[in-house]
């Protein structure tokens, strides 16, 4: 079997904050993988920071020359699960943590996934956006932390996203319930609604899943909420989630001038 690529590439993982599932900081090989179910759909996310991976069948895979270069060569796609485990050898450093999958998003291949995850020895991160529940039961068994990427009324402003959500809950209990170490992260604006907050902490401390709140942020890593705002919201979050489940998530692989 074979899967499209967007890119690959060694680097330290930047988001999740300080809960259960979260791999910040620690140091990945992050497989990208190409296409996006919303893209297809014409309803991407709005503060999507990967635009170049929302098309599935992209011709050229980049593939970082070796661990932590920032220099890229094209590779034709699709790639096979014995050329990605020869690119992930290559890009083996002594204090990588573990692969990070994500795209895109990385569960409309669930199949080469499965398939890739039967031969390899890391261990996995799953980064989804959740919307596809029946692809997350393929690959469950196989993930040992996820973020599940919660959409707001703010990331996809259209009648509906809370049925996405519903989905996204969905994919959260899958992953958990096989095993997995699983937060939810969600990208908030000054338009997210303390109401959006509260009816989602709600929900995962139903399925004892932790939040991490993210600040949208611009190409130049300037946060757009106030401070006063990120307040509220975290403190909206425990009226469900205890403190030990909440925390605040930043781009810090932007902010530091890393992939």
């Not at 919307?131 to 009648?159: G, M, N, Q, R, W």
């Not at 130049?220 to 030990?244: C, G, M, N, P, W």
Request: with cysteine; glycine share 8%; charged share 20%.
């Amino acid at each position: 079997m074979q899967g499209y690529i967007s890119e690959i590439f060694s680097s330290f993982q930047g988001e999740g904050g300080s809960v259960r599932g979260s791999c910040q900081g620690k140091r990945q090989i992050f497989i990208r993988f190409a296409g996006c179910n919303l893209a297809e759909a014409g309803r991407p996310c709005v503060w999507c920071d990967s635009a170049q991976a929302q098309a599935r069948r992209i011709p050229d895979a980049k593939i970082e020359t070796s661990a932590g270069s920032g220099v890229f060569k094209d590779t034709p796609n699709p790639l096979d699960v014995e050329a990605l485990l020869k690119v992930l050898e290559e890009l083996h450093s002594p204090d990588m943590h573990s692969l990070s999958l994500t795209g895109g998003e990385p569960l409309l291949q669930a199949m080469f996934i499965e398939e890739f995850c039967l031969e390899t020895v890391h261990r996995i991160y799953l980064e989804t956006n959740g919307t596809l529940p029946k692809a997350a039961k393929k690959v469950a068994s196989h993930v040992d932390y996820a973020c599940v990427d919660l959409k707001d009324e703010t990331a996809l402003p259209y009648t509906g996203w809370q049925k996405v959500l519903e989905s996204e809950f969905e994919t959260t209990r899958i992953l958990k319930d096989a095993g997995a170490e699983v937060f939810a992260k969600i990208v908030v604006t000054q338009g997210t609604s303390v109401e959006t907050i509260t009816g989602t902490s709600e929900k995962l401390a139903e399925l004892g899943v932790p939040l991490a709140i993210q600040p949208v942020t611009t190409t130049d890593s300037t946060v757009q909420i106030s401070r006063e705002k990120l307040f509220k919201l975290s403190e909206a979050a425990a009226q469900y989630l205890s403190a030990d489940d909440i925390t605040l998530s930043f781009q810090t692989h932007k902010q530091i001038g890393i992939l």
